[in-house]
């Protein structure tokens, strides 16, 4: 079982396009993470949401407790967007859950 | 430097042989997390230490041994490597907010490979 799914797996995008990356989970959360993974397989955070709506730059993350979702938002794609981008959330008990990840590429 | 670093970058060992692969911070932070990350898996968390000598098990604990003596220092042991050990090992730290969660901050990874 997953407790956090990521859709879509895999997602090719026009550079400008506006891109959403959709995360599910089934536990009960205090928080959630966005993460970016470059090709060269560092990992970034991204954002830590626990309600609400955050900004930064052209990435947008929102987040639904009631309905268990979050979406990460990328307005004016680049290929240097090109990455991983993982939701991670920790549960109520020190776990934390992660997605198997988003695989993005932008097309110039 | 500042930041977390993780010690070797890349790895290749024998089955049945003990590795252990560290994890320096210089921030401080009171969490530390041992992740592998695999292919159709994602990240699974091994171990994470809340504080010096405070640890706990994640997920997939097994075939793992972790200490935190200083702060700063998270190793992790493989006692007997084994090909299914075989995985890109990340390390990460936060600060203690306190109840509300907190970011995470990860190293570069290890490439492990166990012949």
Same mark, same amino acid.
């Given at each position: 079982k997953n407790e956090v799914e990521q859709s879509p797996q895999n997602l090719t995008a026009q550079e400008g396009e506006f891109i959403t990356i959709n995360c599910s989970y089934s536990v009960g959360i205090s928080a959630l993470h966005w993460l970016q993974q470059h090709p060269g397989g560092g990992i970034v955070s991204l954002f830590m949401l626990s309600s609400g709506k955050k900004k930064h730059g052209r990435l947008i993350a929102t987040i639904n407790i009631q309905e268990k979702h979050s979406s990460l938002h990328i307005t004016a $794609?680049?290929?240097?967007? $090109?990455a991983v981008y993982i939701c991670a959330v920790r549960g109520s008990g020190n776990q934390f859950y992660f997605g198997t990840g988003t695989s993005l590429t932008v097309i110039p | 430097d500042a930041g977390i670093t993780q010690s070797p970058r890349y790895k290749i060992t024998e089955t049945g042989r003990q590795v252990t692969l560290m994890c320096h911070q210089t921030?401080?932070?009171?969490y530390m997390f041992w992740y592998r990350q695999d292919l159709g898996h994602g990240l699974r968390l091994i171990y994470y230490s809340a504080a010096a000598d405070i640890t706990d098990k994640g997920e997939v604990p097994d075939g793992y041994v972790v200490s935190r003596s200083k702060t700063e220092n998270f190793p992790l042991t493989l006692e007997s490597a084994t090909r299914s050990q075989t995985s890109v090992y990340f390390c990460a730290s936060s600060e203690n907010r306190g109840v509300y969660s907190y970011e995470q901050y990860f190293g570069p990874g290890t490439r492990l490979t166990v012949t």
């Open positions: $794609s680049h290929p240097r967007d $090109s | 921030w401080s932070h009171s």
